[in-house]
């Protein structure tokens, strides 16, 4: 395969040398070569780019009318005084003398033309077919340049095969970074890598995601939009308009006319130009001629302080330019080397010697005109690249040093081939000018970059260094004082397509772009206090947060505090209850044998008023924050004493029935309840039901104290998990049960003696019982709040209050204030009276 590429090369060099011999006249300048021990090649372009279209294949002649490029003359001038210098050095290949060949490449076919001249033979001028390449020996032992992608791709690709080291100076892109299609390529320039890296932390560095790409036609142009567009958009940063500067665009053609209107409609505040000189300077005379203003220009390195761009009317007008650049480094004494070369004679261009084969390109007639007053100016831009020249020339040697095992002070004059030379030229490590030259494994060089800013406020253009990006880590530092923003406000622009959320709000992408969004309130109980966030953070269990909100708070831990005046209320009314209960016990144990005591049931009064005074003492462990004992206590025993006293009512009511209604219609159900103590069996029987309920209840489905947060976002309910548990309801029925018992017995003994019959007194306690439990639970379903265990104690002290009102207090009434009426007399008057009611009828 290497064998069939250089079969073509040979043919290649073979044709295209007839042809520019045959076109041209053979002359060179005096300074594009130069004899030595070993040779160097230098590719740039002394002359602007060859644009028309070629009928015919020749090589373009380059030395055309109006066409001198200055920044290449100084690259030119670099290498010549690079090799001087090194020449003269004692250190450096102290006993060898480095010879070049210089080539001006101002198209593509110049400079193949050119590189193939630099891979030809010492004494046949052609290239020779060789079996094994590795001992292909050129005339060139390196090559410097070129000065653009497009050109070093092709001179890449046609050296790699012979691993002839190729030194690029200008030629960034990454594409030549991939060894296995350009294994002898390296450079002094940084790669776009790293340009677009320091791109992209820039616009980071001011917020601007939204923006516009422009790029030149061409590797570097494309392919620096293209990586640009692909980090970016990783780093968060929304394209809104891509567009890419055609070959041949000219000011004013509908291309440029469209692009530049698409630019306008888009109106993004920052645009990225990333593109060579020659299409920037189209480029930015098109946005002038549109007057498109006030934006923010980011320039590529090429053009960011090129004087070719600043000169173009009224550009001072288009906004702020800022810029990534090389690393301002002089090349000592080449000012004063250009200067010499002006005013020495330099005479007519020479023919070429007959039979030798320089090229038609290794001319430049303007050059011979130069005096010491009137020669191309040195500027910033042009210094940066001959110190990358300086830079190529100096590894080379390094390299070349080594090879020849210099180190002795005397360097051996073996052949050099040029994958040897490669090998040594990735390994250099040196020190120029206090700054280390090294390649990376692609063959890149690691160097800083500068950031600039255009500016516009004296007489002239001119730039400033605001700041500057480093490697190993990769940072960026900025003086943003030295930045002299477009505007009347000197504030920095914005470039965003929607404004940055309010705090507490949170993003809703509009469209296909995700900097393009609706800003929508958090939802309660979430926050959002960074615009860099765009979702919702939750917060903690112990906080909350509103709708909107930017914050959490913490919740509010509720629980009836024994300080609060409610539950002073209601610990008052409980206490007095079981006061007036204890009383009442007093009462009736001193009126023990009168009439209303024993009516009342006796002894089982005792039991009766122990079980409400149990269910007040329940009420006290609704106070204050819930525990273990409390919780057990609360519900259970209030459930279990209430159901006592409803077991005791039934009980007592049932029996009055029974004595008065069914003693003599049913007689030996009558003596059999008497015998075997119906009325105290009724009572066990059903209270120890009740008691295996609530110890069930306790046991399997144990209340325990908790914290509530579903219920209000903002509060926290200290309470006990019995509300929803089987146990619960299984005691609650059972009570129900009971009261409905109670009220049956009671309305069928309606119409018993006055003093046995308590229908009214107890059907009231027991409806407010129904109607407070009612009332109860229909407030928890509409209000779940604060307050919700002290209306739970209200309604508990209200039936118990009933329970006691509707049974005991009429009777404590009686012994209390009528005297009269506790006397045996009067009750069997009254049942005597009963009689006769039940006779008549």
Known sequence: MLLLI?????????????????????????????????????????????????????????????????????????????IEEINNSTALLPNITLGYELYDVCS???????????????????????????????????????????????????????????????????????????????????????????????????????????????????????????????????????????????????SMQAMIDHLDQVRTTVIVVFSNRHLAAVFFKSVVLANLNGKVWIASEDWAISTHIARVPGIQGIGTVLGVAIQ???????????????????????????????SSNQLCRDCHAFSAHHMPALGNFSMSAAYNVYQAVYAVAHGLHQLLRCTSGACSRDPVYPWQLLEQIHKVNFLLHEETVTFDDNGDILSDYAIIAWDWSGLTWTFSNIGSATWSPIRLSLNETKIKWHGNNSQVPTSVCTMDCLEGHHRVVVG???????????????????????????????????????????????LLAWHEPITCVLLAASTLLLLVVVGTAMLFAWHLHTPVVRSAGGGLCFLMLGSLAGGTCSLYSFFGEPTVLTCLLRQALFSLGFAIFLSCLTVRSFQLVIIFKFSTKVPTFYHAWVKNHGAGLFVVISSALHTFICVLWLAVWTPLPTREYQRFPELVML?????????????????????????????????????????????????????????????????????????????????????????????????????????????????????RRCSST
């Open 108 to 254: 593509e076919s110049s400079n193949v033309y050119a590189t193939l001249q630099a891979l030809s033979l010492w004494d046949t001028g052609h290239i020779e077919v060789q079996e094994n390449l590795y001992n292909y020996s050129p005339k060139v032992v390196a090559v410097i340049g070129p000065d653009n992608t497009n050109h070093a791709v092709t001179t890449a690709a046609l050296l790699s095969p012979f691993l002839v080291p190729l030194v690029s100076y200008e030629a960034s892109s990454t594409i030549l970074s991939a060894k296995r299609q350009y294994p002898s390529f390296l450079r002094t320039i940084p790669s776009d890598k790293y340009q677009v890296e320091v791109m992209v932390l820039l616009l980071q560095k001011f917020g601007w995601v939204w923006i516009s790409l422009v790029g030149s036609y061409g590797d570097y142009g494309q392919l620096g939009v293209q990586a640009l567009e692909e980090l970016a958009t990783r780093r968060g940063i929304c394209i809104a308009f891509k567009a890419i500067i055609p070959f041949l665009a000219k000011v004013g053609d509908k």
């Open 512 to 558: 296909s772009y995700h900097c393009c969004f609706e800003c929508v309130p958090c939802d309660a109980g979430t926050f959002l206090n960074r615009s860099d966030l765009h979702v919702c953070q939750p917060c903690g269990k112990e906080e909350w947060a509103p709708e909107g909100s930017q914050t959490c708070f913490p919740r509010t831990v509720v």
């Open 6 to 82: 250089a079969h073509l090369i040979g043919l290649q060099l073979s044709i295209s040398g007839s042809l520019a011999l045959s076109c041209h006249r053979t002359e060179s300048s005096p300074g594009f070569s130069l004899p030595g021990d070993y040779l160097l090649a230098g590719l740039f372009s002394l002359h602007s780019d060859y644009l028309q279209v070629r009928s015919q294949p020749q090589v373009t002649f380059c030395d055309r009318p109006d066409s001198f490029n200055g920044h290449g003359y100084h690259l030119f001038q670099a290498m010549r005084f690079s």
């Open 719 to 835: 309470e006990c998990t019995e509300d929803s548990s089987v146990g619960f309801r299984l005691a609650f029925t059972s009570n129900v049960l009971l009261s409905v018992s109670a009220f049956t017995c009671s309305y069928l003994g309606k119409e018993l003696p006055e003093n046995y019959n308590e229908a009214k007194c107890v059907t009231f306690s027991l409806l407010l019982n129904f109607v407070s439990w009612i009332t109860f639970f229909t407030m928890v379903n509409i209000y779940q709040g604060k307050y919700l265990t002290a209306v739970d104690v209200l309604v508990r002290l209200t039936t118990l209050s009933g329970s006691f009102s509707g049974y005991f207090l009429p009777k404590c009434y009686v012994i209390l204030c009528r005297s009269d009426l506790n006397n045996t007399e009067h009750f069997q008057a009254s049942i005597q009276d009963y009689t």
């Open 328 to 358: 301002q480094r002089p090349v000592p004494g080449l000012k004063e080397f250009e200067q010499a070369y002006a005013q020495v004679e330099k005479g007519a261009p020479r023919p070429c010697s007959e039979g030798s084969w320089c």
